[in-house]
């Protein structure tokens, strides 16, 4: 019905910058919240940015003034900027949506997870 397809990460620097990106596809008729999780090695998943249809955004405090949340409704893309990146964000980075389908049903859908790793 519906699919969330990552991509954009790998390998960077510490200060380094990377940009996620997100499709959503399938007989989508509209998505509300679109999100970011990640989760790291011996750790549990945790919210990253979420970023509502109309705009509103929401990060962790461990990513504020670093990661910027944005998106582009027309694509069904939802994008992660990461600029001064550190060692602690690594891990695998998942796109999370609520889409409606053509037939009116809800769907919230996980990516597959896309890796960053930032390390020198």
């Known amino acids: 019905q519906v699919q969330l397809v990552e991509s954009g990460g790998g390998l960077v620097q510490p200060g380094g910058s990377l940009r996620l990106s997100c499709a959503a596809s399938?007989?989508?008729?509209?998505?509300?919240?679109m999100n970011w999780y990640r989760q790291a090695p011996g750790k549990q998943r945790e919210v990253v940015a979420m970023n509502t249809r109309g705009g509103i955004t929401n990060y962790a405090d461990s990513v504020k003034g670093r990661f910027t949340i944005s998106r582009d409704n027309a694509k069904n893309t939802v994008y992660l900027q990461m600029n001064s990146l550190k060692p602690e964000d690594t891990a695998v980075y998942y796109c999370?949506?609520?889409?409606?389908?053509?037939?009116?049903?809800?769907?919230?859908?996980w990516g597959q997870g896309t890796q960053v790793t930032v390390s020198s």
């Open positions: 999370n949506a609520y889409v409606q389908t053509t037939d009116r049903e809800w769907y919230n859908p």
């Open positions: 399938g007989s989508i008729f509209s998505i509300g919240a």
